[in-house]
């Protein structure tokens, strides 16, 4: 159902005053969603990139420096990839809330989630290919 003039421009009216708000502007953005794995993607990016270069210059550096520094890179590495993984994961599943926290709904893909997770999955697999006399 469309606004009436006057509900319109009552709508405007609140949509101008809140934008000209950078106080509410600012609170708005870093709660929101997309800003929140925007910002952990780009810190898993930066950890995972300084992981790489500390595995390099360790590897390059040779001796004890290698020896300590490698795993610690390594470690700096996949602990970067996870984090990126964890974030773009969680940034699909997000819901917004109302205010009064009463009502939501799922943000991002139409998809609904699977029932079980990896490990359903895995045991159905396992069950087929039993029930199959598939060894492999």
Do not use: C, Y
Not at 18 to 41: C, G, I, K, Y
Not at 46 to 51: D, F, K, L
Not at 52 to 75: C, Q, R
């Amino acid at each position: 159902m469309p606004l009436s003039d006057h509900e319109q421009r009552l709508f405007e009216q609140i949509e101008q005053s809140l934008s000209e708000d950078p106080q509410f502007a600012s609170a708005v953005r870093a709660h929101d969603p997309a800003h929140v794995t925007r910002r952990r993607l780009i810190l898993a990016g930066i950890v995972t990139v300084i992981g790489i270069g500390v595995v390099i210059g360790s590897v390059i550096a040779g001796g004890d420096v290698a020896m300590f520094g490698a795993p610690i890179g390594a470690v700096l590495m996949f602990g970067g990839l996870i984090l990126g993984l964890w974030a773009q994961r969680r940034g699909t599943n997000v819901k917004l809330k109302a205010v009064d926290g009463k009502a939501s709904r799922p943000v991002g893909g139409s998809k609904a989630p699977k029932p079980g997770g990896f490990t359903s999955r895995m045991e159905e697999r396992w069950r087929r290919r039993r029930d199959n006399g598939d060894i492999f």
